[in-house]
Each structure stands twice: as C-alpha cells, then as structure tokens.
C-alpha cells in the first residue's frame, strides 16, 4: 500500500525558514518523480515544487522562485521541501504527491498534508 | 506560465444529473490534464488522467475528454458521494491547477 506522510509543518514568522519532509512506503521510490503541492485556508490547490525520480531535475512555481529547494534521499524514500524567507501568504497545507512516472505527470498518491503558518 | 480556467466555479446540482465541468488552458498543453476530486479536511484524489484515462477503481460515471486548450469532466448520474471540489490540471508545463468547481446541492 502506498503511504506518504509528511511533517515539519508549524508555526513560523515572517522571514523564517522551514524545512518539510515527506516519508514514502510502498512503491519503489526512486521511480517516480514527486510534487509538492499547497492549499491555502479555503483557497484552491497551488502546484509549488516537482522534483524528477532521479533527482536531477527540479522545477518550482514561479511563487516560490529563488526561496524554496526541493530535493529527495531515494536511500531514505523521503522527499523534502526547504522553505525559506516565508512570507504571509505561504501559510498552507502542503501535501506531498506520487506522480505516475519518472516525469512529472499526474498525481496518484497524495499525503494527508501538513500545515504551514506563517505569522508573526 | 500555463493558466488554466475553469468553469463554472460553483455547479448546482441533484442526484442523478448528468454534469459537465469545464477547463481552458491559456495555450496548447497536448492531452497532459488531470482531474481531482476533493472533499472538505481531505487530500485530493485523481479521477483520470492524460486527458480521457480512467484512473484504477474511480467509477466508470466520470470520463473525460479534449485536447489542446479545452477539456470537459462530465460526471453521467450524479451520485451522492460525488459532492466535491473538482480541480484540473495541467502536466504540459509544470502543473497549474484551475480554480477549482464545487458541486453542490441544488
């Protein structure tokens, strides 16, 4: 059974840094390119980051440019989001998302999320 | 960046109604567009993908269909548990989502 289960969400001010972690279970890990995406309080889903199965390519929304690193220890099965320079409006549920090929494509699997507060 | 549109935001709707969502990329994103369903405190969940595929165990209720700029979700007998947020996507580029439509209850 697929399982992806984030944390490192919390409350952070203005300016801070956070970093996400996302553990996967159940599927060959390094096979599958991975999203981060977020939903801000009542607020529609925002692709963030997208990371490629191997690593070697990284993509980021244009929101997040410059400020957020994704990456991922296929050793570990984890993916991460590295947060910085967080500002009001990065306050969210970020989920983490199994797409369904080495490649970014569509997102099969998704974690229960974990939320981000951004406030001062 | 790809922008994606979708229409209406919110679709009244009963049990049993045929419904169509509709979702417009601002350029050609070929057949790669998704369709999510979400529910209130829930993650959400893939309905189909590259445009018309079913995804494994989703009802055979939902289908979709288009290509290049303009997509429909129709949902044939609407059914209770099909009372959601639903969100396309497209892969062409990244992954921009459309604002979302909510069925509701009519």
């Known amino acids: 059974e697929v399982q992806l289960l984030e944390s490192g969400g919390g409350l952070v001010q203005p300016g801070g840094s956070l970093r996400l972690s996302c553990t996967a279970s159940g599927f060959i890990f390094s096979n599958y390119a991975m999203n981060w995406v977020r939903q801000a309080p009542g607020m529609g889903l925002e692709w963030v980051s997208g990371i490629s199965g191997s690593g070697d390519k990284t993509y980021f929304a244009d929101s997040v440019k410059g400020r957020f690193t994704i990456s991922r220890d296929n050793s570990k099965k984890t993916l991460y989001l590295q947060m910085n320079s967080l500002r009001a409006e990065d306050t969210a549920i970020y989920y983490c998302?199994?797409?369904?090929?080495?490649?970014?494509?569509?997102?099969?699997?998704w974690g229960q999320g974990t939320l981000v507060t951004v406030s001062s | 960046d790809i922008q994606m549109t979708q229409s209406p935001s919110t679709l009244p709707a009963s049990v049993g109604d045929r419904v169509t969502i509709t979702c417009r990329a601002s350029?050609?994103?070929?057949?790669?567009l998704a369709w999510y369903q979400q529910k209130p405190g829930k993650a959400p969940h893939l309905l189909i993908y590259?445009?018309?595929i079913l995804e494994s165990g989703v009802p055979s209720r939902f289908s979709g269909s288009g290509s290049g700029t303009e997509f429909t979700l129709t949902i044939s007998g609407l059914q209770p548990d099909d009372f959601a947020t639903y969100y396309c996507?497209?892969?062409?580029?990244?992954?921009?989502f459309g604002q979302g439509t909510k069925v509701e209850v009519k």
């Open positions: 996507q497209q892969y062409s580029t990244y992954g921009t």
């Open positions: 350029e050609s994103v070929s057949s790669w």
């Open positions: 998302a199994k797409t369904k090929n080495i490649v970014l494509v569509a997102s099969d699997y």
């Open positions: 590259k445009a018309s």
